[in-house]
């Protein structure tokens, strides 16, 4: 079978200086207690900044803007319903919030405003998700 492409769309929210990051439920399929930034899959027919401000708001309870873009990562997966090789595009953002009172939705299990050292740490224990990782490693210092 023909692997599929897939687009994500993800963003970096910082409020007072901190990054927004939800972690995965301990039962999840796929990267398992590890922290992301918030987003999900660009469904069919749909815009990507829709499929953020939607993903956003379901995740976290906030609503963004949309800045900039931040950085692009490849993450390649497999689908856990269809068992089919996924290639996903990933686009990160950066998003603005105003507020920081977030209300998880149940994909996550706790979310965390985090300082530019603690993401670095995260990163360096292995605590954020490939391509969290593979996207503040790219350019950590053009986030502020």
């Known amino acids: ?37 918030p987003g999900g899959k660009v469904k069919k027919c749909e815009f990507f900044d829709e499929a953020l401000k939607r993903e956003y708001l379901e995740e976290t309870g ?7 873009l931040y950085t692009v990562v490849r993450k390649n997966y497999t689908a856990c319903k269809t068992s089919q090789d996924i290639k996903s ?19 996550h299990c706790e979310y965390g405003w985090f300082s530019l050292d603690e993401v670095k740490d995260l990163i360096e224990h292995g605590l954020l998700t490939p391509p969290a990782a593979e996207a503040f490693i790219k350019k950590i210092n053009s986030i502020f």
């Open 1 to 37: 079978m023909t692997a599929m492409w897939g687009l994500t769309v993800r963003g970096i929210c910082v409020f007072n200086d901190k990054i927004l990051l939800l972690k995965i439920r301990p039962d999840s399929v796929h990267d398992a207690d590890k922290w992301e930034i």
């Open 89 to 107: 595009i990933q686009l990160i953002m950066k998003v603005t919030c105003h507020s920081d009172e977030v209300k998880i939705s149940e994909e």
């Open 62 to 68: 906030l609503e963004i803007d949309i800045d900039s």
